[in-house]
């Protein structure tokens, strides 16, 4: 029978409406929306739409496996994504399994699940490699053919997995493991438990008319032989095991690579690690839905209430520690973190002794100085906070800075400080020059040490957040003599070390007499203490004469706004704490690292500098005005060179709050918005008046990092794109920084003295 035009096409819809993988795709969309939530959020990140400034998007495009983007980072990121989305059949076959009563009659009934149910996930996959292709030939800079052999490498291993889950998990024959397992999570005996409600009656069977079946071909559903209930739910619950046995071998996989994440073969890929998590999580979100039903949000407040007891009762501390320091000294030994202690401890008396000790330091310094000036220029550096961009600017700055005045830039700098990414790039810059000058090192200007400051730290610190942090909170490591939880805080200091080849793996007090003899800069590392916004100074040298402005001494109640972090912690071995503790103290990025607690009473926790100077500029002018009486006696013209990662001029983006959810949050997250901005205006007052303090001797100068597409900037997060690291290295021959060095060189090149 010939239908007419219109039947025709009302019959084509009517058949695709009720073709079950469209009737699978609607059911998702109309039940349990929430798994649904993996996706979108992974699709988020890849965009770029969610966690963006953390560089969340580079751990899914350009994975990294023993520090390399290869065949072999792919292929494990392709595994690991073939998990996941098992894990995502498996558990919506479990929910939604008798909705289609009628694939018990078919003779592997998970295998034509899922392939009926594989929109979701082509359609992701295509979106993914989209992506990921553009990425990688974009911004990687990788050509063609790697970018093939990259996703042939995705593919392959996704096609493993496959094989590997059709060939054991969903078999029909039993093993004796497999009986018993069955055993154990038999759903009957945990539903005994719950109990009835009859809201839990929820048949929904779903109207197909047809089907993909196992050799891929269209069939109908009206060919089926009748079913048997009985065999049905045989069928779900052998799935139901699998799904827990599934998600067991993911626990296990992570846990196992937690533990021995200091092996390089078990460091897979940070975006492989959290596929994994979201694999454990999904199935157990769908355990929670399909024993608990009607019961599920009681469940989930009970779950989450029972969580939030056992970090009270300190099972599990979110926060992380300073290793090195000694955490287990005796009640009377624990400084009292109150201003009566603090008032007693940073007290006048103290503030000049150790204003005249650095004065000394000085001396020593001048001393040394290879000029034959009575009065040699001195130098004082800040850098701004910035994750890895600011890390990679700095290096490069401070490098391209020193070999144009043939390293009088180095001998010249008495002290430093900063925040941030910044002060990791300042301090590796240090301990390079700080080698080379005892004849470790041949050539402090190879080209690899700034590709080691450019590489990724983000990989491993997201890797242990989902192999450590989130689920095995209970690994010990020693570290300077004690024993210490380790969390993705010490993997970042860990994966720094070994990109700067070892030459910040090393404790604060080992520059401590080099510093004290004006051999090297002074560094003061920075942090923002939490409980009240008081500044943090790590140091080796005496620093009291930082904690407070000078008028204030006489003052009986002194705003006392700095803590020198030794002096404060002489009882728990100050100096033997890792530099890399102190300078992730400093880069403590909310979320992306842990808040880092100090053992005092009460406890301190420590973040990002830059929450409370992103510049370090406030710290480096009280350090002048505070040697301003020696400065003014012994030295020539005062540089201060600052390094920042955002230009000093620029204009913040205007938010037009043109839509509903820009007028409701726009006003919520102003601050956090715009809060470099507020910093960098407010330091031109300190600018303008700072100078009249040295009779014009006082000189400012601002290497800036400048993109070559002002939209395009490098991302601020601990990571960087092969893009980002060309732009940000070539920066420095924008026509504003190359007159700064030029303005430099004449300012650190001595006089020429008469014949």
């Keep these: 029978m010939k239908l007419k035009p219109r039947q025709l096409i009302r019959y084509l819809i009517r058949s695709v409406f009720y073709f079950l993988p469209v009737q699978l795709l609607i059911l998702h969309f109309r039940k349990y929306q929430i798994l649904l939530g993996f996706w979108i959020i992974i699709m988020f990140i890849i965009r770029g739409n969610l966690a963006a400034h953390f560089g969340a998007a580079s751990l899914f495009l350009t994975p990294e496996y023993m520090g390399n983007t290869g065949f072999i980072s792919m292929f494990v990121m392709g595994g690991a994504m073939c998990v996941f989305i098992m894990t995502w059949h498996i558990t919506t076959f479990i929910i939604h399994s008798k909705r289609i009563p009628y694939m018990g009659a078919t003779r592997h009934a998970f295998v034509i699940y899922c392939i009926n149910n594989s929109i979701i996930p082509l359609a992701f996959l295509l979106f993914y490699s989209v992506y990921t292709v553009h990425f990688q030939y974009k911004d990687e800079h990788f050509n063609f053919k790697t970018v093939l052999l990259l996703q042939t490498g995705f593919y392959l291993g996704i096609l493993i997995i496959i ?24 759903p009957a ?72 994440m200091e092996e390089p073969l078990l460091r897979v890929p940070a975006g492989a690690g959290f596929l994994l998590l979201f694999s454990i999580i999904m199935g157990v979100v769908g355990a929670f839905k399909y024993f608990l039903k009607s019961w599920e949000a009681i469940g989930w407040i009970i779950f ?148 080691n400051i450019g590489k990724d730290l983000l990989n491993s610190i997201i890797f242990s957040l989902a192999s450590v942090d989130l689920i095995s909170p209970f690994n010990r490591v020693k570290s300077g003599g004690y024993s210490y939880t380790r969390d993705r805080g010490y993997a970042m200091e860990q994966e720094m070390g070994r990109n700067t080849e070892g030459l910040l793996d090393k404790n604060l007090g080992f520059f401590k007499e080099r510093e004290a003899k004006g051999i090297i800069p002074e560094m003061a590392i920075l942090g923002t203490i939490v409980n009240d916004g008081r500044r943090l100074i790590i140091s080796n040298q005496p620093s009291c004469f930082l904690t407070q402005p000078e008028y204030s001494l006489n003052q009986a109640i002194p705003p006392i706004d700095c803590i020198d972090f030794s002096a404060f912690f002489a009882a728990q071995h100050p100096y033997n704490i890792r530099l890399t503790s102190a300078l992730r103290m400093n880069a403590t990025f909310p979320f992306v690292l842990p808040v880092v607690k100090l053992p005092s009473n009460p406890g301190i926790d420590i973040m990002d500098a830059g929450l409370s100077d992103n510049f370090g500029n406030q710290i480096a002018t009280r350090y002048l005005s505070a040697m301003r009486s020696w400065l003014g006696k012994n030295a020539g013209d005062i540089i201060f060179l600052e390094i920042r990662d955002t230009r000093e001029s620029g204009v913040v983006s205007y938010s037009s709050e043109s839509s509903l959810g820009s007028q409701l949050f726009d006003p919520l997250f102003v601050i956090q918005d715009k809060w470099e901005a507020f910093q960098s205006y407010t330091l031109s007052y300190i600018k303008e008046t700072a100078p009249y303090a040295f009779n014009g001797r006082l000189k400012y100068l601002t290497l800036q990092y400048f993109p070559a597409e002002p939209k395009r900037a490098a991302e601020l997060n601990f990571h960087l794109s092969r893009k980002e690291k060309e732009d940000i290295y070539s920066s420095i021959a924008y026509k504003g920084n190359l007159d700064v060095m030029d303005t430099l060189v004449k300012l650190l090149t001595p006089p020429k003295t008469k014949p």
Aim: charge should be positive; hydrophobic fraction near 40%.
């Design 163 to 186: 094989l590997l889950s059709f060939a054991y998990f969903f078999r029909v024959s039993r093993d004796f493991f497999k009986t018993i397992l069955s055993k154990i999570t038999n």
């Design 189 to 260: 005996r945990i539903r005994g438990i719950i109990p009835y409600d009859s809201l839990d009656y929820d048949l929904d069977i779903i109207p197909s008319k047809s089907f993909i079946s196992g050799r891929l071909k269209i069939l109908k559903t009206t060919e089926l032989p009748p079913y048997q209930p009985r065999v049905m739910n045989t069928i779900l619950r052998r799935h139901h095991r699998n799904v827990i046995f599934a998600a067991l071998i993911s626990y296990i996989l992570l846990l196992i690579m937690g533990i021995f």
């Design 304 to 451: 989450i209430a029972l969580l939030a007891k056992l970090v009270e009762y300190q099972a599990f501390d979110l926060r992380s520690i300073a290793y090195g320091l000694d955490y287990h000294t005796s009640a009377a030994e624990v400084p009292a973190y109150n201003y009566n202690n603090i008032h007693d401890m940073f007290n006048s008396k103290r503030y000049l002794a150790d204003r005249e000790l650095e004065e000394t330091r000085l001396q020593s310094w001048k001393n040394n100085v290879a000029d034959d000036t009575e009065k040699p220029p001195i130098v004082v550096i800040t850098v701004s906070g910035g994750g890895s961009r600011s890390a990679y600017w700095t290096f490069r700055a401070l490098q391209y800075a020193d070999s144009i005045t043939h390293g009088r830039l180095f001998s010249n700098t008495v002290f430093m400080t900063g925040a941030s990414g910044g002060m990791i790039g300042a301090a590796y810059w240090r301990s390079l020059h700080d080698a080379y000058s005892q004849g470790l090192l041949k050539e402090p200007y190879a080209a690899r040490y700034q590709e």
